[in-house]
Nanobody
């Protein structure tokens, strides 16, 4: 199982970037995929998640600015990031739990079982 994030870069505040997560080694159709990020000195946090049925979830800090989507035919999940802020600066990772949904029955976020290498997003002010 492999996941590879790409599309990061340097952008000015207010700008946009689209991240891609290419997956291989498993059937994307059956799995939820999450985007996570970790800024220097901060804990990793989940940014967004899309279930196998394409239900989407976002952290409050990106709602209305980021959009997650999936193209199972291309084995790729995307994160469209608009209105970027300096505080969005982080290494972004895509990851997959062995589950088709983003939350457990008890309402907890699924911990991913597979992680890809991250891509750095830097937003300048």
């Amino acid at each position: 199982v492999q996941l590879q994030a790409s599309g990061g870069g340097l952008v000015q505040a207010g700008g946009s970037l689209t991240l891609s997560c290419a997956v291989s080694g498993f059937t994307l159709d059956w799995y939820a995929i999450g985007w996570f990020r970790q800024a220097p000195g901060k804990e990793r946090e989940r940014v967004s998640c899309i279930s196998s049925s394409s239900s989407t979830y976002y952290g409050d800090f990106v709602k209305g600015r980021f959009t997650i989507s999936r193209d199972n035919a291309k084995n790729t999940v995307y994160l469209q990031m608009n209105s970027l802020k300096p505080e969005d600066t982080a290494v972004y990772y895509c990851a997959a739990p062995e589950a088709d949904r983003c939350y457990t029955k008890s309402g907890a976020e699924y911990d991913p079982d597979y992680w890809g290498k991250g891509t750095l997003v830097t937003v300048s002010s």
